[in-house]
């Protein structure tokens, strides 16, 4: 089981980014994946998700921004980030569910990918 995360980079504020996520080893079909992020001395949050059918789950900050898709035929989550905000800079995670849907905590996810920077400056 892989998830290889990419995409990342930096970006001026109200700028877009879209990152990516693919998976090695599994289906999308039976698992859950989320986006977490994790600033200097922070913890670890989620900010996505999506379920083995397609449904997903924001958080409060993200809403309206930030949009979560995947392509089952490639294996791949992709994470729509628009409207970019200094606030937004982090290392951004992907991690598969322990199950089939969403969880908010990262207790609840078991395999992660190697994180990429998402710097939002001017």
């Known amino acids: 089981v892989q998830l290889q995360a990419g995409g990342g980079g930096l970006v001026q504020p109200g700028g877009s980014l879209r990152l990516s996520c693919a998976a090695f080893g599994f289906s999308l079909d039976d698992y859950a994946i989320g986006w977490f992020h994790q600033a200097p001395g922070k913890e670890r949050e989620g900010v996505s998700c999506?379920?083995?059918?397609?449904?997903?789950w924001y958080e409060d900050s993200v809403k309206g921004r930030f949009t979560i898709s995947k392509d089952n035929a490639r294996n791949t989550v992709y994470l729509q980030m628009n409207s970019l905000k200094p606030e937004d800079t982090a290392v951004y995670y992907c991690?598969?569910?322990?199950?089939?849907?969403?969880?908010?905590?990262?207790?609840?996810?078991?395999?992660w990918g190697q994180g990429t920077q998402v710097t939002v400056s001017s």
């Open positions: 999506i379920g083995y059918d397609g449904g997903t």
């Open positions: 991690a598969r569910s322990k199950g089939i849907n969403c969880f908010r905590s990262a207790r609840n996810f078991d395999s």
